[in-house]
């Protein structure tokens, strides 16, 4: 077992990824390098890369970038602090890094945006958009104050201490809509009927998408973006274990933003 095979199973099994495009692929390592220990979490940090050398990985998946750019190839940074010091690490230890997200972000059920859901209780299903990358739940009504402080209960085990929220917070919401990471619900879901949108910081700036969500009557609750994605990578560790009866670890580990009240 090797990480082009695992590789290959992902992308095998998402006929939604374009092969030619694909961000998934191997950052850092030898990817035909035997492994039988995987370290798994959503962001490859130094921490996260230092952690899994500990644990005896060989290999290591990521959500999210390793050298800080979307692009396949992430040059632009490797070359600079801290990458030179991440590169090095990971050239020292031959640990191997591969990416996984645009196979996982759609992974029917234990993917980035079912695994988000699930997580937040969101289990009554309404709709979705044509990529699945959005979808509409249904829940008791309640006001938006009431299901703001029902998702910052949810969240906070994952590490975000609050959430920030727009909108009238006595108006009345029952069909919440979320999406994948930064790619978050937007119009497509008000047209569906979603009356109260999660999204993330960096998917959806204040003047360009909330404010203007705002104006169409519904209300906004924003999260941050690997808050949004953790659930689902705590998942992807899950099923290689399963699949490949590997040795996988979770680390959960990423810089996490914290509020200081005045």
């Not at 996260?48 to 990521?62: P, V, Y």
């Not at 990971?90 to 992974?107: F, I, K, P, Q, S």
Request: a negative charge; hydrophobic letters at 35%.
């Amino acid at each position: 077992m090797n990480t082009n095979d695992i590789r290959e199973y992902l992308l095998v099994n998402s006929p939604w990824v374009d092969r030619s495009r694909t961000v998934d692929t191997v950052k850092a390592g030898d990817p035909t390098r035997e492994i039988h220990t995987v370290g798994v979490g959503w962001m490859a940090t130094i921490h996260n890369l230092r952690a899994a050398h500990q644990l005896g990985c060989e290999l290591f998946i990521t959500h999210e970038p390793t050298f800080w750019e979307h692009g396949p190839a992430e040059k632009e940074y490797r070359e600079i602090e801290p990458g030179i010091t991440k590169k090095r690490f990971l050239d020292e230890t031959g640990m191997v890094v591969l990416r996984a997200h645009d196979t996982w972000d759609n992974w029917p059920e234990i993917g980035i945006r079912d695994s988000w859901a699930r997580g937040l209780g969101l289990t009554r299903f309404i709709a979705q958009d044509e990529t699945r990358w959005h979808a509409v739940y249904q829940i008791e009504e309640m006001t938006l104050a009431e299901f703001a402080r029902y998702i910052a209960r949810k969240v906070k085990v994952l590490g975000e201490d609050s959430v920030r929220v727009m909108g009238d917070p006595q108006m009345k919401v029952s069909r919440p809509s979320l999406g994948v990471g930064c790619g978050g619900p937007d119009k497509d879901m008000i047209d569906f009927g979603s009356d109260v949108l999660i999204v993330c910081y960096d998917g959806a700036s204040y003047w360009q998408k909330r404010e203007r969500y705002v104006e169409l009557g519904v209300g906004v609750i924003v999260v941050e973006h690997g808050t949004s994605e953790m659930w689902g990578m705590e998942s992807l560790a899950r099923h290689l274990r399963e699949e490949f009866r590997l040795t996988v670890h979770y680390l959960a580990e990423h810089p996490k933003p914290w509020t200081v009240m005045g």
